[in-house]
């Protein structure tokens, strides 16, 4: 898994390819993210758009992660969420718990409302 980061004003977009779907991958988003969120970066987006497959590991990182950045008063939203992820979503209801956007300039954009 290869994680890039970019930022938009004060919204961080972090950019997965590859799996999501444990070892070492999880940690090393989980560690992304818990060092922005050191630093004060609460406003998260993830863009899944080269994100081939999660399984439950990967699903439980990716709500781990959400929790953290809402208990630090922030946001975590995902963006290009391919077909095959956000089936996965639907199936386990998470679809209703995770914002999504097609794309991340849209996700990025709502953070401004």
């Known amino acids: 898994m290869t ?28 560690d992304k993210i818990y060092s922005l969120l050191q630093d004060n970066f609460v406003k998260i987006v993830l863009d899944l758009g080269k994100v ?25 939203r995902l963006a290009n969420v391919t077909d095959k992820v956000e089936s996965l979503f639907v199936i386990t209801q998470l679809i209703k718990v995770f914002k999504t956007y097609e794309s991340v300039d849209r996700a990025v954009a709502s953070f401004k409302k």
């Open 3 to 30: 994680i890039k980061e970019s930022f938009h004003d004060n919204v961080v977009v972090l950019s997965l390819k590859g799996n999501l779907m444990g070892e070492p991958d999880t940690t090393e988003l989980r």
């Open 52 to 76: 081939k497959w999660v399984n439950s590991s990967g699903l439980g990182t990716l709500i781990s992660a959400m929790t953290s950045v809402k208990n630090k008063g922030g946001e975590l």
